[in-house]
């Protein structure tokens, strides 16, 4: 029924047994413990749980994060338009013809 993005929502009780606050147009579900031993299973396999959830997302942020990065295309084949992430600014040109840039193929418009 709810979608891995489902949250959980917990409501104020206050005082114990009482819920404060709730809204006719809204869905409620309630947690009942009947047998402290069990709940505690229920809690070390969620913490298991949640645990390797955040791991999987660390790594899923990480590859992210790689390929975002920014690098010298010259090594590509493309000339670099930014000095500060080229590793031979001055050579770019002659850097990115050697590994596969053809200047004759680019066309140049001219927009005057």
């Given at each position: ?14 005082p ?28 070390q ?25 920014e ?42």
């Open positions: 029924e709810y979608g891995a993005d489902f949250e959980v929502k917990y409501e104020k009780e206050e114990w047994g009482v819920f404060q606050d709730l809204e006719t147009v809204r869905k409620y579900y309630v947690w009942v413990v009947q047998d402290p031993k069990q709940q505690e299973k229920e809690r396999k969620m913490k298991s749980q949640w645990e390797k959830a955040q791991a999987a997302e660390k790594v899923v942020a990480a590859q992210k994060a790689e390929e975002a990065k690098g010298c295309s010259c090594v590509d084949g493309m000339p670099c338009m930014d000095p500060y992430i080229c590793l031979d600014w001055e050579n770019r040109v002659a850097v990115a013809c050697k590994h596969g840039f053809k200047p004759e193929k680019i066309k140049v418009w001219n927009l005057t």
